[in-house]
């Protein structure tokens, strides 16, 4: 008798056993749904927001290197410009004519940007052609030397661009003579 008075606690307590595994089992398969919800929902919402960014830069071309983000360039440095097209130098060329306190009013320079180097511009003044170099809106005449009348001239300086007007001061040294001179220049084109 005691064997069967056992044998159904047995079988209650394989029914809780067996039970609980269904349970956990379930509840295995739940979590496991979830996950899978949520990998589907991030994975559609990563594609959505990646897809949306190149579509805004389809046709798009940026130049020199640079990058389509939003439908909007982002250009490497010494460019600009809607689709980098421009070096920085463009923004230079052109004829500016003002008043120098060398020269007198009516002065002319004239800028030309170099078509390989985008920093690079050539102004012509009065006297000579002169190699400069250009970063932002600023303007730097490395130490050069020119002939003149027969003199050899060192000049350098800087300058700075504000729209469609330039400020440029120029220090120059006659080497063979001597003298030397600074000359101030505001222009526009």
């Known amino acids: 008798m005691a064997f069967q008075s056992l044998e159904p606690q047995r079988n209650f307590s394989y029914a809780?056993?067996?039970?609980?595994i269904i349970k956990h089992k379930q509840m295995k398969t739940v979590k496991t749904l979830t996950m899978a919800a949520v990998a589907t929902l991030l994975s559609f919402t990563a594609v959505t927001y990646s897809s949306c960014s190149k579509?805004?830069?389809?046709?798009?071309?940026?130049?020199?290197?640079?990058s389509c983000n939003k439908g909007k360039c982002s250009c490497p440095s010494n460019y600009e410009g809607d689709n980098c097209e421009n070096g920085i130098n463009?923004?230079?060329?052109?004829?500016f004519t003002g008043n120098s306190d060398c020269a007198g009013p009516g002065t002319q320079f004239t800028f030309a940007?170099?078509?390989?180097?985008?920093?690079?511009?050539?102004?012509q003044g009065p006297s000579t052609t002169l190699n400069?170099?250009?970063?932002?809106?600023?303007?730097?005449?490395?130490y050069q030397t020119y002939y003149?009348?027969?003199d050899q001239v060192s000049v350098q300086g800087s300058g700075t661009l504000n729209g469609n007007s330039i400020t440029i001061y120029l220090a120059a040294s006659d080497l063979t003579t001597g003298d030397?001179?600074?000359?101030?220049?505001?222009g526009t084109k």
């Open 55 to 66: 579509i805004e830069c389809v046709g798009k071309t940026c130049q020199h290197g640079g």
């Open 148 to 150: 003149s009348g027969g």
């Open 90 to 95: 463009k923004k230079f060329a052109g004829t």
């Open 132 to 142: 400069c170099t250009v970063s932002g809106n600023s303007l730097t005449i490395p």
């Open 180 to 186: 030397f001179e600074t000359c101030n220049f505001t």
């Open 16 to 20: 809780i056993f067996f039970l609980t």
């Open 113 to 123: 940007a170099s078509p390989t180097n985008p920093t690079q511009v050539f102004m």
